[in-house]
């Protein structure tokens, strides 16, 4: 099983937060994921993030691929705690 860190949408029409999600490649977008790393608010005034990273560092040291977006947003959250 290939193992995808990408966001899950939700919320309503016209006002989506997204969770960071880590789940099988070959699952719906929406599919259940194996663990939930945290949640993203792009609406929000400060686009406000909260990830574990504890669980997504473990994730990509098992393996796991991060999407385009996921990999933007874990780069925006450790320049930030730098």
């Known amino acids: ?4 860190l ?3 949408r939700k919320g309503k029409p016209k006002r989506p937060y997204y969770r960071v999600v880590a789940i099988d490649q070959r699952a719906k977008r929406d599919g259940e994921p194996i663990e939930i790393l945290g949640q993203y608010d792009p609406i929000a005034k400060d686009n406000k993030l909260n990830v574990n990273m504890e669980r997504v560092n473990y994730w990509l040291g098992t393996g796991a691929k991060a999407s385009d977006t996921v990999a933007e947003l874990i780069k925006k959250v450790s320049a930030e705690s730098k």
């Open 1 to 4: 099983m290939a193992v995808r």
């Open 6 to 8: 990408r966001l899950q």
